[in-house]
């Protein structure tokens, strides 16, 4: 929980900082550090595929659950969540619309719908390793700075909802250490790795358009693999 513990203090940091001076913050500022910010995901995301033991487990992995991913169409369905969120809650115009509400609402989609958090999530509860949800952390700060300095106090307000998901997803993850093997837990960390690239190129440094949310089922898929093969090597003669 340490990590879902530092996503949330990273928001109130820098939420109560956009209310007090987050205009000041030109966009070109925000987009150089955001840059920055993208790489630095990148470079850890190839740091964490070099722990795979076999490539081959993280290759069908990634295959087998991109098609998964692209059947169930999991980002897509993403996407129609937190619209069909904004439409009921934050819809309309005039007095019929709170900038509360709407900030509260944007903020929580932003910092809890994407593969980040579950990748964070799932590392923070099997290895204690809270490395993805720091980066995580840096990432809704920022974002809680310029979106409260335009939608106000609501934006702190997703705290309890970072705390409730994320960290419930934490404590999830840490039930099913007990049935992982250590090779299981390291091919889902390189597919991890690789996740987090393409989050890198295609969510922050915005080089071309990749469906993410679309890979998740990868990490579920690659420690399966990893426990069929070894069952079929131990029935063997």
Request: net charge neutral.
């Amino acid at each position: 929980m340490t990590g879902t513990l530092l996503n949330a203090a990273a928001v109130l940091i820098g939420g109560l900082a956009g209310l007090a001076f987050g205009s000041r913050f030109s966009d070109r500022a925000r987009q150089t550090v955001l840059a920055g910010l993208g790489l630095f995901t990148a470079a850890i995301g190839l740091r964490m595929f070099l722990e795979t033991q076999n490539p081959l487990y993280p290759l069908g992995g990634i295959v087998l659950g991109a098609l998964i991913g692209e059947g169930l169409r999991i980002e897509d369905g993403l996407a129609r969540f937190g619209a069909w969120l904004e439409n009921r809650f934050a819809g309309g115009s005039g007095e019929t619309t709170s900038t509360f509400v709407r900030g509260f609402l944007t903020a929580s989609i932003l910092f809890c719908v994407g593969p980040l958090t579950i990748l964070g999530s799932i590392q923070d509860g099997l290895s204690g390793d809270y490395q993805l949800l720091a980066i995580k952390s840096v990432l809704d700060g920022f974002a809680a700075l310029a979106l409260a300095s335009a939608l106000g106090v609501g934006v702190l307000f997703s705290i309890v909802v970072i705390l409730v998901y994320q960290g419930g997803l934490t404590l999830l993850a840490a039930q099913a250490q007990a049935v992982l093997t250590e090779p299981m837990t390291a091919e889902m960390t390189a597919v991890g790795g690789i996740l987090l690239v393409g989050i890198a190129v295609g969510s922050l440094l915005q080089l071309r358009p990749i469906r993410t949310g679309n890979m998740l089922p990868a990490l579920f898929v690659t420690p399966l693999l990893v426990a069929l093969v070894a069952w079929i090597a131990s029935a063997l003669p």
